[in-house]
């Protein structure tokens, strides 16, 4: 990632109106075990987290956004913008402050208030979660994005199957009700992406893409999935 002041490429702080008034802070106490020591002492080092507080980003997650808007262009002025996985707000919180008309969100945590967004206390995965989030929205979102991930296992290949299955349904939920034009981005896993997903990806979408932005840790496995153009649904 360049070293260059944001402002310079097009990056500015957001207003703390935007945050709620909450800055993110981070306290450090006594770990019950190394695993949650090493979480604490991660957080605390990591340039990013500190970006995030210096710049008012609810968390380090929406570098990963501006990054990946960077280089595809998801965001622009007026879009509607359905957000899954939605928690604490990083991803709604970029789109708001790149224009997005309206977004809504969806998360099993609570995610604090955000002048522009709704946001609905429930599982993605739940059969009324894709009415009650069109509901809300008004309209086909012109983005989807999910941020979803399984809590980890520990064991590689069962986080991968997890995840997957998460980016899965957020992609035939994308094309279930995109606007054609619209774009799809979501997390996944190397190797944990389905290749015959990926198929009708590819035959849904003008542009379908994989990327691991700078503010992805390079010890982390996750990779992004960027699908740009969408064909429209067969009548």
């Not at 980003?57 to 929406?62: D, E, I, K, V, Y």
């Not at 896993?189 to 979408?205: C, H, I, S």
Request: charged share 25%.
């Amino acid at each position: 990632m360049s070293d260059e002041p944001e402002e310079k490429r097009g990056w500015k702080k957001p207003a703390e109106a935007s945050t709620g008034g909450r800055k993110l802070a981070i306290k450090s106490r006594k770990a019950k075990n190394e695993s949650s020591k090493n979480w604490i002492e991660r957080q605390l080092n990591d340039p990013y987290v500190q970006r995030a507080i210096a710049d008012g980003w609810r968390a380090r997650s929406a570098y990963k956004l501006l990054e990946l808007d960077e280089k595809f262009g998801l965001l622009k002025k007026g879009l509607r913008v359905c957000d899954l996985g939605a928690a604490p707000g990083g991803w709604a919180q970029v789109a708001l402050y790149k224009g997005a008309a309206k977004v809504v969100g969806i998360d099993l945590l609570h995610v604090t208030p955000m002048e522009g967004a709704v946001f609905l206390l429930m599982d993605f995965l739940d059969d009324d979660a894709p009415a009650a989030l069109m509901a809300e929205l008004g309209g086909p979102p012109d983005l989807v994005m999910s941020d979803m991930a399984a809590n980890t296992t520990g064991h590689r290949a069962t986080d991968q199957i997890k995840t997957g299955a998460l980016a899965e349904a957020a992609a035939h939920f994308a094309m279930d009700v995109l606007a054609p034009g619209g774009a799809f981005v979501t997390k996944a896993f190397q190797g944990g992406v389905d290749a015959a997903l990926l198929a009708e990806l590819k035959r849904n979408f003008a542009e379908v893409k994989h990327a691991k932005p700078p503010a992805s840790r390079a010890g982390s496995p996750e990779i992004f999935l960027v699908a740009k153009g969408f064909r429209g649904r067969p009548r």
